[in-house]
């Protein structure tokens, strides 16, 4: 799975937000009306679709979607 | 490893009060209209009790007891055994239950304490209840559980604030050698203790200078050191973590086909936390009833709550049921039955 392939399938998550809305380096809790709910949705995206547990330090840590990216992969080889 | 069999005990009558005052999340005008949208829609709480100041979880919980009572035509004096599930009793000393066993008139040779646990709390209730009655020296026994949490939330902490409403339970048990077995599985993971919790008032941080200063966390999120804090993406962690492996070990130690149970009755925390958990499990949807839309987080008070206002035709005739109840603590506990033919489920009481 590459950067655009998660994007794509992190989009879907957000039922609202226009196709092609984040890049790699979009900050995600510049996500239209981010909120802690949002931030629920991607740990659930995290466990679901890769089987891998997201933390609150890893989203304290991470900015971008690529920060995203980053950890997720990282998680799934360890 | 706490994975049990229960012989001999009956689940006979399980009854549910909340207060009249309703309030609604629309009206929650602390937050944006388009963040009041999202919560009813994600969190799925559209509107909850509230209990005004003369009304505590105890008081819920007398009414809820009294009504089973009367529908099982018990004799007070016939009840040896009184647990209360809450973590807000009415006072620090006396255990509430102990109040509760005066109030009701039960006879003082009843067994009356209390116990301190939220989310799993009805599952813990019902195991120590069992485990007590199991003997068969003592014949009957009531569980209440309940909390006013409402109490313990800031109006300025969106986290936490409209997710609470206020409820109490009574379900009763008896020593019943034609029972079919229940089977437990609990568990406990104190490394989660910050997850959940009220930081100040108890002996560890009493009261101190700044117990009731208010703090900005982020955003929206004001609170003091008295009122409950919530980390979100923890306890969705947790839940996502550990009540699944729960459940199936239960499901395996009680020889259970996953498949043939009819309701799963869970703790209603947060919707979305709850179908994510559902989905994880590959549980269908037609399974699992909500309380959480009309009530919000009710507490050790859900799962009752959940069965009286959701299941109470249904229950008519023998089910299998699974109840699981996990969070603060973390604290977290699954059992599983066969309801009994003659189990009474009483309609749900509101009281002003």
């Known amino acids: 799975m590459d950067i655009q392939e998660f994007i794509q399938r992190l989009e879907n998550e957000f039922e609202d937000l226009p196709k092609g809305t984040l890049k790699p380096d979009t900050n995600y809790r510049d996500i239209p009306n981010w909120s802690s709910m949002h931030a629920l949705i991607i740990i659930a995206f995290a466990d679901d679709q890769f089987n891998v547990e997201l933390t609150a330090s890893d989203l304290r840590n991470a900015n971008t979607i690529q920060d995203l990216y980053d950890v997720i992969k990282s998680k799934m080889q360890s | ?352």
């Open chain 2, 1 to 352: 490893m706490a994975l049990i069999k229960l012989q001999n005990i009956c689940i006979n009558a399980i009854s549910a009060a909340v207060p009249k005052q309703t309030f609604y999340t629309k009206d929650y005008t602390y937050i944006s209209e388009q963040e009041r949208l999202m919560f009813i829609k994600n969190v799925g709480i559209e509107q909850r009790r509230v209990a005004p100041f003369h009304i505590t979880a105890s008081d819920l919980c007398y009414y809820s007891a009294l009504r089973l009572l009367e529908e099982l035509n018990w004799e007070k004096e016939s009840i040896d055994a009184l647990i209360f599930v809450t973590q807000s009793p009415d006072y620090f000393i006396p255990a509430s239950s102990i109040i509760l066993q005066h109030r009701l008139g039960l006879s003082k040779n009843t067994i009356a304490f209390d116990i301190n646990l939220g989310c799993s709390g009805y599952v813990y209730g019902l195991y120590v209840l069992g485990s007590l009655l199991q003997s068969g020296q003592i014949k009957r026994g009531i569980l209440l559980a309940g909390d006013k949490s409402t109490i313990s939330v800031c109006l300025k902490d969106k986290s936490t604030y409209p997710l609470f409403g206020d409820a109490g339970s009574a379900t009763a048990l008896s020593y019943d050698e034609s029972a079919s077995p229940i089977y437990f599985h609990l568990q406990s993971d104190g490394s989660g203790e910050d997850a959940i919790k009220i930081p100040h008032g108890g002996s560890r941080y009493h009261i101190q200078p700044d117990t009731f200063d208010e703090v900005e966390i982020e955003p929206g999120i004001i609170r003091s050191k008295r009122h409950l804090q919530l980390l979100g993406a923890d306890i969705f962690n947790f839940a996502l973590r550990e009540v699944s492996p729960n459940v199936d070990k239960l499901l395996a130690f009680s020889g259970t086909d996953k498949e043939s149970i009819d309701y799963f009755v869970f703790h209603q925390a947060n919707f979305f936390m709850n179908e994510s958990v559902r989905k994880k499990m590959k549980i269908p949807a037609e399974k699992v009833p909500y309380s959480i839309q009309k009530f919000g987080n009710t507490s050790s008070a859900s799962i009752p709550l959940t069965i009286v206002t959701n299941l109470r035709e249904q229950l008519i005739f023998p089910k299998k049921l699974l109840l699981s109840g996990f969070g603060v603590g973390f604290s977290w506990a699954s059992c599983v039955f066969t309801t009994s033919p003659s189990l009474k489920i009483s309609g749900l009481i509101e009281i002003d």
